[in-house]
């Protein structure tokens, strides 16, 4: 057993009750050490329920899950010491300096004052928030409040990080700051990063590997490439003016691809050449007196990668700011 | 991708051997008090109200205080014990406060992921709660001396009044801290701390214990803060009395005793992992 591996197997958590809920349904998975694992999912998936077994706060009803090569229920202080963790709710007392919280928690974990204070300068700088050493944490910004809860994550030097939606509720450029220090933490200390997401692009970008979890199952497992490529296919996408119109559309396309999707006003029909297939698919819709508003084509995403296994898209309204911002970076870069 | 360029250097867990529990107390008090101390505000209604009633007491009832037998001294040094008393209560509920705070913005839930002592997180609210509560006290008896009260044991009985109206709020903060981490709601803790004020009235609030009958000198009896308020009167207006001393003190460690288990209870559920 590697001291920086998560081990996870055959993990449920049923909360009892008049309506049982099952809040993660038999999880399997293992990070490898030094990688950064994305647990992709909508919200109440049992993404946070997962973290919250994996860092001790809550007991699995079965299964099994090492952490650093501890169990997380019958050796919890050794996971405590070994695992760093920023849950999604920040855990900060507002009228408290970052310095004082940053000492206090380096010394709750046993070091002496002049090392806690030593170690505390250190965090500072490295999630940049050597300016606002004396202000009060009430005073920050949600990036600067997310930053120094990293720094408390990793007071204790551990070898496993969890981060619980890292980046929810942060502004583009904050989310950017955030994902940056994350790459950081993993490349140069090579601290293997657990985090969950609701943001297809955040997996994309930062993780190894990917498991998008729906209702308390794994639906798929993989590198964001290797998922993509797995779709093996490009789809045009038609947006018609009404969903009646669409589901029309798609009755018209359905035996030129190899898949269709319908979702609301939007018909994606899958297929291998979709390029070629245009001209076809223009004269076809013609003939039924169908005309899309809007003709696109694409690459497989991740997002068509969760709608694949999940049967729905994730909606999550900053995401859809944020990839906005994304694609306009993308066309100044072009 | 090469990860692991660098190694951390990380100790063998679970050898070094953690703090002791003096030290996690010490440390979470005074986080406590520095949080507390910036907000002044929710600390000074507590002083006001208790001051306010020390003059209202005396200038409603200081001149008919000389037909009321019993008092042994001034009608001041009768009354004065109720306003540290009744501050010792709306006090207790300060500590309280910064706890359920914490558990509010998950600070509680941060420090439950470092190896802290247990004990610690509830120790620590209500030491920071009894320093604050010495700082009232003190306060309401140098109000009184400005008044004219004139302690019949000194400067040293000055200090025993104010270190049995601590040693009463201890008790009373244990009760309140248990409420915060059983409710984990500010307004149930608040509404915690209002409970024992009714306390105040069965017991020899206004005229001394030989006065009252029935069943109000039964509930006085098995009051806490009748003995309290009994050792006292004694040290501002009679003197020295061993035995009032040691009743009370038996009295607030019975209380605080009873308290302290309560709140280790509603620590352990809170803490429970489900």
Redesign the interface.
């Known amino acids: 057993m590697k001291d920086r591996e998560i081990i996870v197997e055959d993990l449920v958590k049923s909360y009892p009750g008049k309506s049982k809920v099952t809040a993660v349904d038999g999880v399997n998975f293992k990070v490898d050490?030094?990688?950064i694992f994305g647990f992709l999912g909508p919200n109440g998936a049992g993404k946070s329920t997962t973290i919250k077994i994996l860092?001790?706060?809550?007991?699995p009803s079965s299964g099994r899950a090492l952490v650093g090569g501890?169990d997380v229920v019958s050796q919890?202080?050794?996971v405590?010491?070994?695992a760093g963790?920023a849950?999604q709710?920040?855990?900060?007392?507002?009228?408290?300096k970052s310095m004082?919280l940053l000492v206090?928690?380096g010394?709750?974990?046993?070091a002496s004052k002049a090392v806690a204070t030593a170690r505390a300068r250190e965090l500072l700088e490295l999630v940049q928030l050597t300016e606002a050493i004396d202000r009060?944490a009430g005073t920050y910004s949600g990036g600067m409040r997310r930053r120094l809860d990293l720094a408390?994550a990793l007071v204790?030097?551990p070898?496993i990080l969890f981060l619980d939606e890292p980046t929810t509720g942060l502004d583009p450029a904050s989310r950017r700051d955030v994902w940056r220090e994350v790459r950081r933490l993993?490349?140069?200390?090579?601290?293997t990063i657990f985090l969950t997401t609701q943001y297809l692009e955040e997996a994309d970008e930062l993780a190894?590997t990917v498991a998008i979890i729906v209702a308390g199952k794994i639906v798929a497992e993989g590198s964001p490439a290797k998922l993509k490529a797995a779709m093996g296919e490009e789809s045009i996408n038609l947006v018609f003016e009404t969903p009646e119109l669409a589901e029309k559309g798609r009755a018209t396309l359905e035996p030129m691809g190899n898949r269709t999707q319908l979702d609301r006003d939007t018909v994606r029909l899958y297929l291998s050449k979709a390029a070629g297939s245009i001209p076809t698919v223009i004269n076809r819709l013609q003939n039924e007196g169908l005309a899309p508003i809007s003709l696109t084509l694409t690459q497989p995403t991740l997002d068509d990668v969760f709608l694949q296994v999940a049967g729905q898209r994730l909606v999550a309204s900053e995401a859809v700011n944020s990839r906005k911002t994304r694609s306009k970076e993308r066309e100044e870069v072009k | 991708?090469?990860?692991?360029?660098?190694?951390?250097?990380?100790e063998k867990?679970?050898v070094?051997?953690?703090?002791s529990l003096p030290?996690?107390v010490f440390?979470?008090t005074m986080?406590s008090l520095?949080?507390l101390l910036?907000?002044p505000e929710a600390l000074l209604p507590p002083i006001a109200i208790s001051i306010f009633f020390l003059v209202i007491y005396q200038s409603t009832l200081g001149k008919a205080a000389g037909s009321i037998p019993g008092i042994g001294g001034s009608y001041l040094g009768f009354i004065l014990p109720l306003s540290i008393v009744s501050g010792s209560l709306s006090g207790s509920g300060i500590a309280a406060q910064n706890l359920v705070?914490?558990i509010e913005?998950?600070?509680?839930?941060?420090?439950?992921?470092?190896?802290?002592r247990r004990a610690a997180l509830l120790l620590a609210p209500i030491m920071a709660g009894a320093v604050i509560l010495g700082i009232q006290a003190a306060i309401v008896v140098a109000v009184g001396l400005i008044m004219g009260l004139k302690p019949a044991t000194g400067f040293l009985g000055m200090l025993a009044v104010i270190g049995l109206g601590v040693l009463l709020g201890i008790g009373f903060a244990g009760f309140t801290v248990s409420a915060a981490l059983g409710s984990g709601s500010a307004a149930a803790t608040q509404g915690a701390s209002f409970l024992f004020f009714p306390l105040t009235f069965l017991a020899p609030t206004f005229v001394p214990l030989s006065l009252l009958s029935g069943w109000l000198e039964v509930a006085a009896k098995l009051n806490p803060i009748t003995y309290v308020l009994e050792a006292m009167r004694a040290l501002l207006n009679t003197g020295w009395d061993g035995n009032a001393i040691g009743t009370s003190i038996l009295a607030c460690l019975g209380l605080a005793v009873a308290m302290y288990a309560l709140a280790v209870f509603a620590l352990s559920v809170r803490t429970r992992?489900?």
Do not use: C, W
């Open positions: 050490e030094g990688k860092t001790t706060l809550a007991l501890f919890a202080t050794d405590r010491r070994v963790v849950l709710e920040i855990g900060i007392d507002p009228l408290m004082e206090l928690q010394r709750l974990f046993g009060r408390l204790q030097q070898r993993n490349r140069e200390l090579g601290i190894d | 991708m090469d990860t692991n360029m660098y190694v951390l250097p990380i867990p679970a070094k051997k953690p703090l030290v996690h440390l979470l986080r520095t949080s910036r907000t705070r914490d913005r998950g600070y509680f839930d941060k420090l439950l992921l470092t190896p802290v992992r489900t």
